[in-house]
Antibody
């Protein structure tokens, strides 16, 4: 059974940093692209970033480009999102998600974690 | 960026009725070389993460009941639930993966039963 467990969320002041982590199990992690998707509670879904199976291709939504960095550690079956210069509009539930395929942007997102909540407030 | 617009925003129907949710793309998401539409549908129940229902516009994910039917091509797509069950109460999202970044989602359609 595929499991994705996020951690690292919390309360941070505007301008601050946070690092989200996601530990994956139940599948061969380094065979698949991975994503971060966020959702303000009660609102819609917003794709944040994706990384290909080997880390060779990475993409971001414009609003986080230059502030967020996605990375993966296949030895630890883990996905990360380093979030710097956080803004109030970054506050959301952040989901770690597994792609159907090896390269993000060419297939759907097949499984999602339960999410970790990021609050940005002074 | 490709914008997906879903209609209606919310839908209230009775058990056993048919539900149809529409998703219109701001440009074609059909790729000639693969002969595929790069569109997926997700179901999100209250308090849960989204669940993949349909990909390539009409391919049902393993384990998804056959009352969920995806159709359409180019810029106009639909998700039909042929006979509503109590467990179908959820918000439904379409998503395109044709022209990332970014991958984009529709705004969601809330289905009430």
């Amino acid at each position: 059974e595929v499991q994705l467990v996020e951690s690292g969320g919390g309360l941070v002041q505007p301008g601050g940093s946070l690092r989200l982590s996601c530990v994956a199990s139940g599948f061969t992690f380094d065979d698949y692209a991975m994503h971060w998707v966020r959702q303000v509670p009660g609102k819609g879904l917003e794709w944040v970033s994706g990384v290909s199976w080997n880390g060779g291709s990475i993409g971001y939504v414009d609003s986080v480009e230059g502030r967020f960095t996605i990375s993966r550690d296949d030895a630890k079956s883990s996905l990360y999102l380093q979030m710097n210069s956080l803004r109030t509009e970054d506050a959301a539930l952040y989901y770690c998600a597994k792609d159907v395929g090896a390269n993000w942007g060419f297939s759907a997102i097949s499984q999602w974690g339960q999410g970790t909540l990021v609050t940005v407030s002074s | 960026d490709i914008v997906l617009t879903q209609s209606p925003d919310s839908l209230a129907l009775s058990l056993g009725e048919r539900a149809t949710i529409n998703c219109k793309s701001s440009r074609s998401i059909f790729y000639d070389s693969t002969n595929k539409n790069y569109l997926a549908w997700y179901q999100q129940k209250p308090g849960q993460p989204p669940k993949l229902l349909i990909y390539w516009a009409s391919t049902r994910e393993s384990g998804v009941p056959d009352r969920f039917i995806g159709s359409g091509s180019g810029t106009d797509f639909s998700l039909t639930i042929s006979s509503l069950q109590p467990e179908d109460l959820a918000v439904y999202y379409c998503q395109q993966y044709f022209s990332p970044p970014p991958i984009t989602f529709g705004q969601g359609t809330r289905l009430e039963i």
